[in-house]
């Protein structure tokens, strides 16, 4: 199976919370990513989380780490138009000298 | 503006064509990446090249070569490509190789590549 997976489309209303899911596999990973990509650009880092937090918040973003499960989510609190973006997943998987990225998950924000 | 450019930003090419894509980082990073980015698939990595020698070639068919003439610079060049080549080729820069202890990946936005 795949390294880091994420479900492909997620559609919310505009005021609405948005939540991203996304499984990896290594549990050996110091670090976990979401990175946002702009119809036309490249991928930015939108946050990060250390592996032995299960919590980070920055403004309307939270991310939630279960490392048991291996389980990584992003939570954006009153979703904007301007959000809409595929957001990748990425850890860095010890031995992998660059991250490992998942397929992005489109998040479509609806007036 | 993230530092990091590509050129062509829309590359049609046939499959005998050679061409090359480009990229240029202006953030003083020590090492730059290729990735292949294609629908509905994980982004895939291609090849790793920190202080300008090729550190990773992840499998990648012989007909994709790279070329990293300095810390700077960093190019793809492409001959007898197939359709399934067609994608958005995004190269990346980070200040340190490996990438572990929270380095940053800087992307440029991609050359959109078609192979008819």
């Known amino acids: 199976g795949e390294d880091v997976e994420q479900s492909l489309f997620l559609s919310v209303r505009e005021g609405d919370s948005s939540v991203i899911n996304c499984t990896y596999t290594?549990?050996?990973?110091?670090?976990l990513y979401w990175y946002k990509q702009e119809p036309g650009a490249g991928l930015q880092l939108l946050t990060y989380?250390?592996?032995?937090?299960d919590m980070k918040q920055d403004q309307r973003l939270t991310v939630l780490l279960n490392k048991k499960d291996k389980h990584l989510s992003l939570r954006i609190a009153d979703t904007q138009t301007g959000d809409s973006a595929i957001y990748f997943c990425?850890?860095?998987?010890?031995?992998?000298?660059?991250?490992?990225f998942g397929s992005g998950t489109r998040l479509q924000v609806q007036p | 503006e993230t530092g990091v450019t590509q050129t062509p930003r829309h590359l049609v090419m046939g499959m005998t064509n050679k061409k090359s894509l480009k990229c240029e980082q202006h953030?003083?990073?020590?090492?730059m990446y290729w990735y292949k980015q294609s629908a509905k698939k994980p982004l895939e990595l291609m090849f790793v090249?920190?202080?300008?020698?090729?550190?990773e070639n992840n499998s990648v068919p012989s007909r994709f070569s790279p070329e990293c003439p300095n810390s700077s610079h960093l190019f793809l060049h492409l001959h007898t490509l197939q359709p399934e080549d067609s994608a958005l080729y995004l190269c990346?820069?980070?200040?340190?190789?490996?990438?572990?202890?929270?380095?940053?990946?800087?992307f440029g936005s991609g050359t959109q590549l078609s192979v008819l």
């Open positions: 990346a820069s980070s200040q340190g190789q490996p990438i572990r202890n929270n380095e940053k990946l800087f």
């Open positions: 290594d549990s050996s990973s110091t670090y």
């Open positions: 989380i250390f592996s032995n937090m």
């Open positions: 990425a850890e860095d998987e010890a031995g992998r000298r660059a991250l490992t």
């Open positions: 953030l003083g990073h020590n090492a």
């Open positions: 090249y920190s202080l300008e020698e090729r550190v």
